[in-house]
C-alpha cells in the first residue's frame, strides 16, 4: 500500500493473501502524513477484521508531516491468521 495524505483513519482490506497454513506473508503500508496524521485503524485480510499484535504492545498513532511505514507479517495456522505489526517513522 502507498497512501498520500489520508483524511481519516480507514480500514486497510489485504486481499489475495495465500490461506496454505504454515505460511508467512508480509506486507507494507506506506503512508506520506498530511498536518494531521492518520492510519489504518482496522486490519482485515479478505474481509476478516484480525487482531495485530504490535512490536511494543501499542498501536503506532502516526507523525504529521512525515512518512510512517507499518509493516505487517500474517502467519497462517490451523486455518487462522496470527498478524505481527511493527512501525517504523521516516522523520
Known sequence: FNV???ASNWTANITNVPTTNNRV??????ITQGATPYIPNV????????TIKWI???PPTGYAN??????LSMLRVGDNWTVLGSYINYG
Open 4 to 6: 498520500t495524505a489520508p
Open 25 to 30: 506473508s508480509n506486507t507494507a503500508i506506506i
Open 43 to 50: 486490519i482485515q485480510i479478505a474481509g476478516v477484521t484480525q
Open 56 to 58: 511494543d504492545g501499542n
Open 66 to 71: 512525515q512518512t510512517d511505514v507499518i509493516t
